[in-house]
């Protein structure tokens, strides 16, 4: 058995994050990391790349890099908790202890849960930017559209990292159909299992103006169930208010999936988990509700705020502060109000800055509205946070 002081599953943004901010605070303590991937994706650029606004290599980078100095890398990935005992188990069959476990290993994309995707995802203009093997392939998508025909983007009932992903596409598709002549011969169907566009009456109010303004057909309690690609039919399983089901297919040109998604299974079946399967923390100190030398932060968590990287950007240091008070046997100070960010793109050049917190307030950083979409604010996106995102964020200081 191999040992650590503080271990952390998951090398993306959040267990990234927490190991520099740890370090910087004490250069000496003892921190691993368990990850398997090589490559650290900056997966936010990736509505960019499918618009066709940004390089897909550009998301891309090398995972040793990132790895903060004197943090151990495990090139591994976990199988089983066993908290009980402060200890977990690896792929390799290597147990390692710990005194304190971060819990960061993102969210699951389930492909498989909707029949035929997976064989023709990447083909026959059925994509997704929820890949960066497809991402590029949206844009292509986009840029063969022809006047007359339909593109269906579609949200699962499920949770998902950046929840207002699925429309950002849906926005850059609209504006590129306009910008190519095609205003009123472009039909664009939203199949969403959702009830409505957002969860914040400020930012629904000003996206159901974008949704009018492009002539989007918005089609709620549509859960995409089955995909097609050769045929290009897509069956949705459409509930209504008394919760009676029916199945819907639809013909179209392009199909844009957002994939159902779920805590890692290997989340789920351990017993950090809710009965949701998502890590079972207090949404304020991020601390395990019972084991009280765990925390998580980030998409497997199940605090009930947006899967954003934002969010992760408030979390961490909260993760971070907390561990250093436990290890000094004090009392958890550091609390996360469950502040979200959804930087809604709602064409080439313009973005709505959603943010907001637990309550689902508004809690915006700029002295304006933030809910009318600026050009400041796209370059806000475009520029400023992939730059912000590798140099500081990653970094810890943020």
């Not at 202890?97 to 971060?102: K, M, P, Q, R, T």
């Not at 909707?114 to 986009?142: D, H, R, W």
């Amino acid at each position: 058995m191999t040992y650590h002081t503080i271990l952390i599953v998951g090398g993306g943004n959040a267990g990234i994050a927490v190991a520099a901010r740890l370090k910087l605070a004490n250069k000496d303590l003892d921190v691993a990391i368990i990850e398997p991937s090589e490559k650290h994706y900056y997966q936010p650029g990736w509505t960019l790349v499918g618009g066709g606004s940004f390089p897909i290599q550009k998301t891309v980078r090398s995972q040793q890099s990132y790895i903060p100095s004197g943090v151990h890398w495990i090139k591994d990935k976990v199988v089983s908790f066993q908290p009980e005992s402060n200890s977990l188990l690896t792929s390799s069959n290597t147990e390692i202890s710990y005194d304190f476990l971060v819990v960061a290993p993102g969210i699951q994309l389930n492909w498989h849960l909707i029949k035929g995707l997976k064989e023709t995802l990447g083909k026959n203009n059925v994509t997704s930017n929820y890949s960066f093997e497809t991402a590029p392939y949206t844009f292509q998508c986009i840029r063969n559209f022809k006047a007359g025909q339909v593109a269906i983007f579609t949200s699962p009932s499920t949770v998902v990292k950046c929840a207002g992903a699925p429309q950002k596409i849906m926005y850059l598709a609209a504006d590129y159909f306009r910008k190519h002549s095609m205003k009123e011969d472009a039909k664009i169907d939203f199949s969403t299992a959702g009830k409505k566009l957002f969860s914040i009456p400020k930012y629904a109010d000003a996206l159901q103006k974008v949704v009018d303004k492009y002539m989007i057909e918005v089609n709620y309690r549509h859960e995409l169930i089955a995909v097609d690609g050769e045929r290009k039919v897509a069956t949705f399983r459409v509930t209504d208010e008394t919760e009676t089901t029916w199945e819907v297919k639809k013909k179209f040109d392009m199909l844009h999936v957002t994939p159902p998604q779920s805590a890692p299974d290997f989340i789920s079946s351990s017993p950090l988990a809710d009965t949701q399967g998502w890590v079972d923390v207090d949404k304020h100190t991020l601390q395990h509700k019972k084991f009280v030398n765990v925390f998580a932060l980030g998409d497997a968590a199940n605090t009930p705020n947006a899967k954003t990287g934002s969010a992760i950007s408030k979390q961490a240091p909260v993760v971070a502060q907390n561990i250093l008070l436990s290890i000094k046997g004090e009392h958890l100070k550091a609390v996360y109000d469950g502040y979200g960010s959804c930087p809604f793109i709602v064409g080439y050049g313009k973005l709505i800055l959603a943010e907001f917190n637990y309550e689902n307030i508004p809690k915006e950083t700029f002295p304006f509205d933030q809910s009318k979409p600026r050009w400041t604010m796209w370059m806000l996106k475009k520029y400023f946070l992939p730059w912000y995102y590798w140099n500081r964020v990653l970094k810890g200081l943020s």
